[in-house]
């Protein structure tokens, strides 16, 4: 979810996102400063898994009513606040919410296999040893896709 004041902005990212999205294997897309994620989800017949990644206490609840039967958000992305939960949202569709501590082998195994599974290679962009201000400006800013490689 991108959270930027200048709706202009806003809008093209959304579209580099969404272009990304489709370009790295995504079946759908939900701009959810346009439309109601959850909404559009359970439209879908609901998500079976939700990653947040996005420490966002508020993102995170909104989106919590999209799970589909037996789904489940994984928290990945701790927000500082806590979480808001509706039991109706769990209870009537067997939802669960749970964390993750990320950064144990299996979990670096499982996305190899599965950006196998959808020949997804990774995209770097490479920034000489002397540029290395430039390349964290650029982060910083949220200009880079999707690493920054510093080479020597």
Request: glycine share 8%.
């Amino acid at each position: 979810m991108l959270v930027k004041q200048d709706s202009r902005r806003l809008q093209s990212r959304a579209e580099q996102t969404k272009k990304y999205a489709f370009d790295l294997g995504a079946d759908h897309f939900i701009d959810a400063n346009a439309e109601d994620a959850a909404e559009v989800l359970s439209d879908l017949g609901g998500a079976m898994v939700i990653l947040a990644t996005a420490p966002s206490a508020t993102a995170i609840s909104s989106i919590i009513p999209g799970l589909g039967t037996d789904g489940e958000v994984v928290v990945v992305g701790v927000p500082g606040d806590p979480i808001d939960v509706s039991g109706t949202s769990l209870v009537g569709n067997r939802g669960a919410v749970r964390g993750w501590a990320s950064g144990h082998a299996r979990d670096s195994q499982d996305t190899l296999e599965f950006s196998a599974l959808r020949d997804i290679t990774p995209e770097v962009e490479v920034f000489d040893l002397t540029e290395a201000a430039e390349a964290y400006e650029r982060m910083m800013e949220s200009e880079v896709r999707f690493r920054a490689v510093i080479e020597p």
